[in-house]
């Protein structure tokens, strides 16, 4: 079993910034990708960001491309997705996923197979 934890979210005003941390313990030598999810209240859980374990391809939502940066540190097992220029429709709770399969895509999330408990974000206006 793999266990992932975030961390990082809280209150910011527009323009302000946030890093959030997910940190995976427990069997992770099967990483293939990590991701970034969002969902706020009423609505569905949407792509966000994404890296490749190996060799560290990013992909992103349109809505965050050049203002959020997925990254990730092996050695510590961990992803961490910086968020510039927030604004308040980035409010949500935002999950940690981890994929094991290398039949994998990006944007949805039945292709990550465990997930963390989710870090709320809000950007006041």
């Known amino acids: 079993q793999v266990q992932l934890v975030e961390s990082g979210g809280g209150l910011v005003q527009a323009g302000g910034s946030l890093r959030l941390s997910c940190a995976a313990s427990?069997?992770?030598?099967?990483?293939?990708?990590m991701g970034w999810f969002r969902q706020a209240p009423g609505k569905e859980r949407n792509f966000v960001a994404a890296i490749r374990w190996s060799g560290g391809r990013t992909y992103y939502a349109s809505s965050v491309k050049g203002r959020f940066t997925i990254s990730r540190e092996v050695a510590k097992n961990t992803v961490y997705l910086q968020m510039n220029t927030l604004r308040p429709e980035d409010t949500a709770v935002y999950y940690c996923a981890l994929a094991t399969r290398s039949y994998w895509e990006s944007d949805y999330t039945r292709y990550y197979d465990y997930w963390g408990q989710g870090t709320q974000v809000t950007v006041s206006s």
């Open positions: 427990g069997r992770t030598f099967n990483n293939y990708a």
